[in-house]
């Protein structure tokens, strides 16, 4: 068996005048994500830890903000491509712990919600998908309401 591990950040700018997506779910929120995709920092840090446990580079390399056809494009797509391309070289997520850093809006409630989408998408089980959520104690960026940052970790394994 080949037990690999991998990490993945993403940190997106908020902005008036887009929907706020997270681990796959739309949030209530005054402002959203600004990208060329959906902008779900969460999903972007899981699957650069995926691609980077697989020794396959990140997703800008798969899938670039250059490319039309990613242009406003839902997240969970990208997520499951990025299973399918660990796929052919024999490796399958067993698990993610991630973590969202954001002031607003509180994430508490919808948490179980994304394990279940993020789980769906990946083909695990709900439980070996673990979300956490923490301010920055309104510091830096993420204190100011700028931006949200997502941290992820990812085992994969053939």
């Known amino acids: 068996m080949n037990i690999r591990v991998g990490f993945g950040f993403d940190v997106h700018r908020l902005t008036e005048g887009r929907d706020l997506w997270l681990g796959g779910i739309k949030l209530e929120h005054s402002k959203g994500l600004l990208g060329h995709s959906d902008a779900d920092v969460l999903i972007h840090a899981i699957c650069d830890a995926i691609l980077g446990a697989a020794n396959m580079r990140d997703i800008g390399y798969h899938f670039p903000d250059t490319g039309e056809e990613f242009k406003d494009i ?11 391309l660990i796929a052919g070289k024999g490796y399958k997520v067993e698990n993610v712990d991630a973590t969202i850093c954001a002031e607003r809006p509180k994430l508490k409630a919808y948490i179980p919600d994304m394990q279940q989408c993020l789980a769906q998408c990946m083909d695990i089980d709900t439980d ?9 104690e309104k510091l830096g960026f993420t204190g100011r309401e700028e931006g949200i940052s997502a941290y992820a970790t990812v085992l994969i394994c053939r």
Do not use: G
């Open 74 to 84: 839902d997240s969970k797509i990208l997520l499951r491509r990025t299973v399918e």
């Open 128 to 136: 070996d998908v673990s979300i956490k959520a923490t301010t920055t």
